[in-house]
T-cell receptor, first 114, second 113 residues
Framework: EAQVTQNPRYLITVTGKKLTVTCSQNMNHEYMSWYRQDPGLGLRQIYYSMNVEVTDKGDVPEGYKVSRKEKRNFPLILESPSPNQTSLYFC?????????????FGPGTRLTVL | AQSVTQLDSQVPVFEEAPVELRCNYSSSVSVYLFWYVQYPNQGLQLLLKYLSGSTLVKGINGFEAEFNKSQTSFHLRKPSVHISDTAEYFCAVRSGGYQKVTFGIGTKLQVIP
């Protein structure tokens, strides 16, 4: 089944403790992206990747890192999480980075930073 | 730069009534417009998209949207809603040659029995 998977689905952590949220897709997509969803703000793009070893900042990259060493994986790294990073995070992928492409979303990761 | 405005944060509607969810966009270049739906505790899935051609776009679950370039709008409509349509709906824009995707803040559709 074609899908985007994220792990973990739920995470509670404390300020300053490094964490990684994994994202994997099995559709051989080139484009992958991370979003955070907050009430009243909708989805905001954190980082995106056009292909392996090609990443770029979205609208809210501060406090986050990403890497794209393999085509299928696009982990999101929070080196020193803070409470304002408490949010619902979605990973998405599309065939290429074309503006016309449909994005396929993962199920989401709910992160709470205490 | 590109932006999306969803004018209504919540829309309550009775079952079998029609509904329109409004979306306006701003971009200085050609645009591609999308509507996504998010059911409770799930990720987003595509409802429909406008790329080019006919301004009336039909999507899944009986939804349709009309692209209006002069009014920079892409409103979503359904002639008769069902309880199962209760969800949050997001309008999104991607500009030609621009890799970022911009989403609206979402509209929660609540279908009342």
């Amino acid at each position: 089944e074609a899908q985007v998977t994220q792990n973990p689905r739920y995470l509670i952590t404390v300020t300053g403790k490094k964490l990684t949220v994994t994202c994997s897709q099995n559709m051989n997509h080139e484009y992958m992206s991370w979003y955070r969803q907050d009430p009243g703000l909708g989805l905001r793009q954190i980082y995106y990747s056009m292909n392996v070893e090609v990443t770029d900042k979205g609208d809210v990259p501060e406090g986050y890192k990403v890497s794209r060493k393999e085509k299928r994986n696009f982990p999101l790294i929070l080196e020193s999480p803070s409470p304002n990073q408490t949010s619902l995070y979605f990973c998405a992928s599309s065939l290429k980075g074309a503006s016309t492409d449909t994005q396929y979303f993962g199920p989401g990761t709910r992160l709470t930073v205490l | 730069a590109q932006s999306v405005t969803q004018l209504d944060s919540q829309v309550p509607v009775f079952e079998e009534a029609p509904v329109e969810l409004r979306c306006n966009y701003s971009s200085s270049v050609s645009v591609y417009l999308f509507w996504y739906v998010q059911y409770p505790n799930q990720g987003l899935q595509l409802l429909l998209k406008y790329l080019s051609g006919s301004t009336l776009v039909k999507g899944i679950n009986g939804f349709e949207a009309e692209f209006n370039k002069s009014q920079t709008s892409f409103h979503l409509r359904k002639p008769s809603v069902h309880i199962s349509d209760t969800a949050e709906y997001f309008c999104a824009v991607r500009s030609g040659g621009y890799q970022k995707v911009t989403f609206g803040i979402g509209t929660k559709l609540q279908v009342i029995p």
